[in-house]
């Protein structure tokens, strides 16, 4: 069945600080969505035609796909409370 | 694929062309190969033109393929914005020699931490791989640094943006916007400092006329001409430089003699304009500078001479008519396609414009002799600066092509000298003819004089002419008469002809025997 929220994150390449963005959501998604999301990451390095397509600039770029309409933030994910704004997860 | 970049030395920068007409001599070559080159100018300077050129250029001349990166406006509205230039982008888009990658983004992201620019770096690369090309455009760094505003980071990738950029073997060219037009470099006083090279466009207003110009400010390593040179923008053209002064001075001079058309001002002349020469004819309105004009025309037209005339001051009927009272019929002469008339009033282009149409009918018509009356008319509506790049521009441009030309000039004042002209011309053209009223024992009466001919004898006389309708008549020098020139004639009585060696004919005569 189908999830609530539907992620992109897009990253280049795999070092230690995409490892760490990709935790950054994990630990977010997890705390306030529990199950309810997909997570689809997309390595640009490797798929530059998907860079193209979504007309990204920066990386790590996180784009929410649904619920609709699509938000996107850029950054580390570090900073949480920022994110969670971003992505209209306050309660 | 090597002649495309030519270096002045052998130890120079190599320098991709523009094919920008001017530019290319301004800046001895080009854009330095394989370096980025900052585009500065307030809004309105014609950056993303001068950009889109120097692509569209290398596509339509050197086979270079072209990738465009706006972060400004949608890849849509530029190739709209671009189409009155000729530039079929969507056409070169299919044939794989163009693409654009579009970064115009309306949606200004929140940073929530540590990022870099790298995705976009990718797509310009994934670009310039698709396509092979060896140019890139970015339009511009300011928008790209607005989107990122009071970002530290943005700072730092944009140096990384550009330095890797560098390792992708493509001449970059970068837009930046500038508040005003002398001042800071750009906008955020950090496009200057990631560029090998700054070109700025100004796009100023003297004296109520719009005057563009552009300057290279700095050339890492490279020779260029120092200073602003005027531009213009055409349409179907894009920015075509005005100023040639760059141009080297090797044109052939010739010994060739053509008629004035009147047979006494050839003889006037020791034999005619030499080929290839530019007269000048200064007088006061009336005098009749446009029916020596006319005659030059006829000259020409029955010399089996193609003849083009540039009328500033009356119209092709009046010129006809004018003409037609000297029982000279120009209406017949067009037909057989020696001569073309081309009337235009001064006020409807600028004089950059002016210029370039001008060269475009001399492309077109192939004329052996022109004719422009007259240049006042054109004064009458530019700043200083404009008309003394305006006279340049087109001396050497007709002297390049061996053209024979007559320029007229009204004197101010009807009986004194005035000025012949404002100093930059007389200075450029090769022969003055001055024609001058004169109050002479209570009439007026006409003079003619040779002030200045370059590489040829001519009669230092001030001959009396009259005219009427048959045309001109040239007859013989004033005797007892002083200081035509000054405007203030002065007859003496003494009854003594005096020869240009200042001695009396009698005295003369003593000497050569």
């Known amino acids: 069945m189908n999830k609530k929220y539907l992620f992109k994150l897009f990253i280049y390449g795999q070092s230690d600080d995409c490892k760490n963005t990709i935790k950054n959501l994990r630990n977010i998604c997890e705390e306030k969505l529990h199950d309810d999301y997909d997570l689809k990451v997309i ?10 397509e ?8 996180l784009i929410r796909e649904l619920p609709a309409p699509e938000r996107r933030i850029i950054g580390n994910l570090k900073d949480k409370d920022k994110v969670l704004a971003a992505l209209d997860l306050i309660e | 694929m090597e002649k495309t970049y030519f270096s002045a030395a052998e130890n120079e920068v190599k320098k991709v062309k523009t094919h920008i007409e001017g530019f290319d001599q301004i800046s001895r070559g080009g854009i330095p190969y394989h370096r980025n080159t900052l585009i500065a100018g307030t ?28 972060f400004e406006e949608p890849p ?23 693409i654009f990658v579009d970064a115009s983004v309306s949606h200004e992201p929140q940073p ?40 530290r980071i943005i700072r730092r990738e944009l140096i990384i943006l550009v330095n890797r950029l560098k390792q992708l073997n493509v001449t970059v060219v970068m837009t930046a916007e500038r508040i005003s037009e002398y001042g800071e470099i750009s906008r955020y006083g950090i496009e200057e400092f990631v560029s090998d090279n700054v070109i700025i466009l100004r796009n100023n207003i003297i004296e109520e006329k719009r005057r563009r110009t552009v300057e290279i400010l700095k050339y890492r390593g490279a020779f260029h001409q120092k200073g602003e040179y005027p531009f213009t923008i055409l349409p179907r053209k894009g920015i075509v430089g005005t100023s040639l002064t760059t141009l080297k001075m090797n044109q052939p001079v010739s010994a060739k003699r053509i008629t004035s058309g009147d047979k006494k001002l050839d003889r006037m002349c020791n034999g005619g304009f030499l080929s290839g020469s530019i007269v000048l004819i200064s007088g006061a309105t009336g005098t009749g500078k446009t029916l020596l004009v006319t005659e030059f025309l006829k000259g020409g037209v029955e010399a089996n001479e193609k003849s083009l005339l540039f009328a500033f001051e009356e119209s092709k009927e009046q010129i006809v008519r004018n003409a037609s009272g000297w029982n000279i019929d120009l209406n017949e002469m067009e037909k057989t396609n020696k001569l073309r008339i081309i009337a235009l009033y001064p006020e409807v282009l600028n004089l950059e414009e002016h210029l370039i149409e001008i060269k475009t009918h001399i492309e077109n018509f192939k004329p052996d002799r022109i004719a422009i009356d007259s240049l006042s008319a054109l004064e009458r509506m530019s700043s200083p600066t ?46 003055i003819i001055l024609l ?9 009466k006409r003079g003619i004089t040779i002030l200045k001919m370059r590489g040829s004898f001519h009669d230092r006389e001030i ?37 240009e060696r200042g001695v009396s004919k009698e005295v003369s005569n003593i000497l050569d025997n």
């Open chain 2, 112 to 151: 929530t931490g540590e990022y870099s620019l790298i995705a976009l770096l990718t797509r310009i690369e994934n670009a310039i791989k698709k396509v092979n090309a060896t140019r890139v455009a970015i339009d511009s760094l300011g928008s790209l640094l607005y989107q990122f505003q009071n970002d």
């Open chain 2, 43 to 70: 809004s309105g300077c014609g950056k993303t033109i001068f950009a889109m050129q120097f692509l569209a250029n290398g596509i339509t001349c050197d086979n270079e393929n072209a990738v465009f990166v706006t």
């Open chain 2, 436 to 444: 001058r009223y004169l109050e002479y024992r209570g009439c007026v």
């Open chain 2, 76 to 98: 849509e509205n530029i190739v709209e914005n671009m189409r009155s230039f000729n530039w079929d982008i969507r056409k070169w888009e299919e044939e794989g020699k163009f």
């Open chain 1, 43 to 52: 390595d640009i390095k490797e798929n530059p035609e998907e860079a193209e």
């Open chain 1, 54 to 61: 979504e007309r990204l600039i920066a990386v790590p770029t």
């Open chain 2, 463 to 499: 001959r009396e002419f009259s005219i009427d309708d048959k045309g001109i008549h040239i007859k013989k020098p004033f005797k007892n008469i002083q200081g035509i020139l000054s405007g203030h004639p002065v007859e003496y009585m003494y009854d003594v002809v005096v020869n």
């Open chain 2, 386 to 431: 404009s008309i003394t790049e305006f006279v340049i521009g087109l001396t050497s441009f007709i002297k390049e092509k061996q053209i024979s030309a007559l320029i007229t000039i009204s004197a101010p004042t009807i009986m004194g000298a005035g000025t012949i002209t404002s100093a930059h011309i007389s200075t450029i053209t090769d022969s």
